[in-house]
Structures are given as structure tokens and as C-alpha cells.
């Protein structure tokens, strides 16, 4: 009998172990869950005493691998994100008592008292309300490029990686990730960066900083890569983020036209995808899952923007765009024309071949898909665009509605193999096999 026990007993063990695994991995994915949303908070709370965003990007990692190696044996704890910031400041200042100890200018207790007093600085927020914006505004100082203000600050405050900000950007991703490390290296070796502007300097920087707020928003919105077709939570930062700035710069019509623009585009998030996460198009979305109040707010905000500007800025020129679309009750009632006229002066004030590409879907939607295709047609050759998915896709759509199949699933299948993102290409593909079912 004492031998039929062992069977069981091994049993026993192979299911207790398989749980501990199952629990591992659970505790790993909410490890990495609790690190996505709380990164950028980590980083903006170290930057000031650490006076180097790349520093404050290794802690943040270091306190990451403190939780793999902690969290699976002690569980998760109430407060995560409080664990990461401690444990990355424990870090920073481990890392300023070695320096100092290693050049010999000060005591061991001179060392430990100055490290400790690091923790109690300030917040790097000051006025402006928030560490992230906070941040943003240093990452944006005028010894960087534009281009390299907004790419690192899409690194550090919309955890954006290399790829994605790349992409973004219409550039390679070697060259962007040339760009990110040259922008952190300038930060580290001007020490005034690290100081918050305030007066016209504040004001010069706020350019850079309401792109930033609008790429992070537009990632959210519709991700370039993985299984999601939206990152509601990019959304919800930038539009957070958004709403504080328009408090510190109340005057400013494009913090307005902005903020106008995330609320309308966010309004629609709900009714974007199915209930297996597969997008809906525009056209086809149940306008009774449309968020009115961030419609409301959005409008409101839009007004805000109109009022205060001399002429319509980029922001609040699309805002007005997203607006046609809020107010129409169904599809049929949008007011196409007036969104081709709007593109028209979008591309005048902002000339863009992405801006070029979105008029040539409104003047199809106003004046027949030849007009549309014409320009799409033109955008076909421009050399930033070769690799973006979009173009085949309006291409494709736009040539499926002149009936000319075979070419419109030609386009689909290409956009297809251009997308990084799950659902988008699951998407094309099917519109494509409608082609050919429709016998082209």
C-alpha cells in the first residue's frame, strides 16, 4: 500500500510546482504591466538630482530587475509604483556615494548625508503642476534639435520605443536610435538643462512639447506595432497632460486647439474596435458609443482655441477637422467639403505628405474617389513614404471604389506586409480576399 503513495505524493508536488509557475509568470506580467505605466514617472522623479536622463533610464531599469527578482516571493505590492521610485532612488544614490568615495573628495558621512539629501529635493514639477510635463519641458531645451526634443521625449515620457518613434518620424530606425543617444549626451553636458524655464523661455519651448503630447496621443490612438490595435493609456497621459497645460498656458490658442483635438479623437476610442479588438473603420462605427461628454469637452476647447487665435494653428485646424466628424449624427451627414477645405489649409500652414494623404481621403469622400486617387497617386513616389502602410491602404480603397479590384487588392495585400500591428494586417488582408472574391 505505502508504494501507491508515492504516485500521488508526485502528483502532488508536479501540480504545486506548476502552480508556483503559473504564479511566477502571473507576478512577471503584472511586474511588467505595473513598469509600462509607471516608467516615465520614475525617470521624471530621478532627473533632477541625477542631472542625466540616461542615468535616470538605468536606475529605472535597476529598480525593474529589483522586482523580478523581489515581487515574485514577497507578491506585489500595494503601492508598485512607490516601490519602483524608492528602489530607483536607493539606486541613484548608491551610485553618487561610489563616485564621490571613488574621487576622494569627501567623507564617507559627508557622502551619506549629501545622497540622503537628494531624496528630499524638490519635485522636478515646480509651477508647471505634473513631473512628467516637468520633464517634457527639460527634454525639450533649445540645445537639441527639434527633432531630437521630440524623439527623446517620446523615449522618456511616452515610453515609445526606438522602432515606433522611427516610424513616427518616416526615418530609419539606426539613425533614430543615432539621435536619441546624442540627445541625451547634449542633455548630460549642459548642466543649466536641467533647470525649468519660465517667461518667453517656457514659451519657446512649448512648440516642442505640444508635438510631443501629439505623437504620444497619436501612438495611443492607433499603435504602429504589437497585438493592440489602441494604447488607451498613452491616450489618457497625453490628454492628462494636455489639460494641465492648458491651465499654466491659458493664452496659448494651440494648447487649446490641442487639447480640443485629443478630446474629439478620443471621444471615438470605444467604437474603434469590436468586442474581440478587431478596428472598425469610421464610416462603419456605432455613433452611439461616441463619448458626448469628451465630445462636449472638446468642442468647448475648440471654441477656447478659435477665440484666442489670430488664425487657426495646425492643432486647431484638425481639431475643426475631428469637430465635423462629432457633429455629424450619422456617416451620411458629415460635411466632407468643409473637411477638404479645412485640409486644404492644414497643407498650406503645415506642409506634410501624411497631411497630403488624409486630403486626398477627403476629397475622395467629397468629390469622388478619382480626385481622392489622383493625389494618392502622387504621394505613391514620395520617397519618406516608401515604406508607410497607409498609402497602399488608401490607394487600395480608393481604387476597390473606381471598381478596379485586381489593383485594389495588389494595394491591400502590400499595405499588409508594410503594417507592424496584429489587427491592422489581419484587417487588410480580409479586404483584400473581398477583392477577389468580388472576382477581380
Known amino acids: 500500500m505505502a508504494a501507491n503513495d508515492h504516485p500521488s505524493a508526485t502528483s502532488s508536488q508536479g501540480s504545486d510546482a506548476n ?8 507576478t512577471h506580467r503584472a511586474i511588467e504591466t505595473v513598469f509600462r505605466i509607471e516608467r516615465a514617472r520614475i525617470i521624471a522623479a530621478l532627473t533632477r538630482f541625477v542631472r542625466d536622463v540616461g542615468l535616470a533610464e538605468e536606475f529605472a531599469q535597476d529598480a525593474l530587475i529589483a522586482a523580478l527578482r523581489h515581487w515574485p516571493e514577497t507578491g506585489v505590492p500595494d503601492r508598485p509604483g512607490a516601490w519602483l521610485i524608492t528602489s530607483a532612488k536607493r539606486r541613484a544614490i548608491d551610485h553618487f556615494r561610489r563616485a564621490r568615495m571613488a574621487q576622494g573628495k569627501m567623507a564617507l558621512l559627508g ?5 540622503d539629501s537628494l531624496v528630499e529635493q524638490p519635485n522636478l514639477d515646480d509651477d ?17 534639435s527639434t527633432e531630437a526634443r521630440v524623439a527623446l521625449t517620446l523615449r522618456l515620457v511616452g515610453g515609445l520605443t526606438t522602432e515606433e518613434i522611427a516610424r513616427a518620424f518616416l526615418v530609419s530606425e539606426p539613425a ?11 542633455l548630460a553636458q549642459s548642466l543649466a538643462a536641467f533647470e525649468l524655464p519660465s517667461g518667453p523661455e517656457r514659451a519657446e519651448r512649448l512648440s516642442s512639447v505640444l508635438e510631443v503630447l501629439y505623437l504620444v496621443f497619436n501612438e495611443g490612438y492607433s499603435a504602429t506595432k504589437g497585438e493592440d490595435l489602441i494604447r488607451p493609456q498613452l491616450c489618457k497621459e497625453a490628454m492628462r497632460l ?8 491659458p493664452g496659448d490658442a494651440e494648447v487649446h486647439g490641442l487639447v480640443a483635438l485629443m478630446e474629439l479623437q478620443a471621444s471615438r476610442l470605444a467604437a474603434r474596435t469590436s468586442s474581440n479588438g478587431e478596428p472598425i473603420l469610421l464610416l462603419n462605427q456605432n455613433r452611439a458609443r461616441w463619448d458626448r461628454l469628451l465630445i462636449k469637452h472638446g468642442l468647448a476647447a475648440l471654441e477656447r482655441a478659435e477665440v484666442s487665435a489670430v488664425r487657426p494653428g495646425p492643432y486647431t485646424l484638425q481639431a475643426a477637422i475631428a469637430a465635423c466628424h462629432a457633429r455629424a449624427g450619422t456617416a451620411d451627414e458629415t460635411d466632407w467639403v468643409r473637411i477638404s477645405g479645412l485640409y486644404s489649409t492644414l497643407a498650406a500652414l503645415a506642409p506634410s505628405p501624411v497631411i497630403e494623404l488624409n486630403r486626398a481621403m477627403a476629397l475622395a469622400m467629397a468629390f469622388g474617389p478619382a480626385s481622392g486617387l489622383e493625389l494618392a497617386d502622387q504621394l505613391a513616389h514620395e520617397p519618406t513614404l516608401r515604406n508607410y502602410h497607409l498609402v497602399p491602404s ?28 496584429e489587427r491592422e494586417r489581419a484587417m487588410l488582408l480580409r479586404q483584400a480576399s473581398a477583392c477577389l472574391g468580388h472576382g477581380a
Open 128 to 144: 508647471l503642476g505634473d513631473d512628467l510635463l516637468g520633464l517634457m519641458f527639460v527634454a525639450c531645451h533649445p540645445v537639441l
Open 394 to 421: 488608401v490607394r487600395a480603397d480608393l481604387l476597390m471604389k473606381l471598381g478596379r479590384l485586381a489593383e485594389a487588392r495588389c494595394e491591400f495585400e502590400r499595405a499588409a506586409a508594410l503594417t507592424q500591428n
Open 19 to 26: 502552480d508556483n509557475v503559473a504564479r511566477s509568470r502571473e
Open 176 to 186: 533614430m536610435a543615432q539621435r536619441i543617444v546624442r540627445a541625451k549626451r547634449s
Open 111 to 115: 557622502a551619506e548625508a549629501e545622497a
Open 242 to 249: 494636455g489639460r494641465i497645460l492648458a491651465g499654466v498656458a
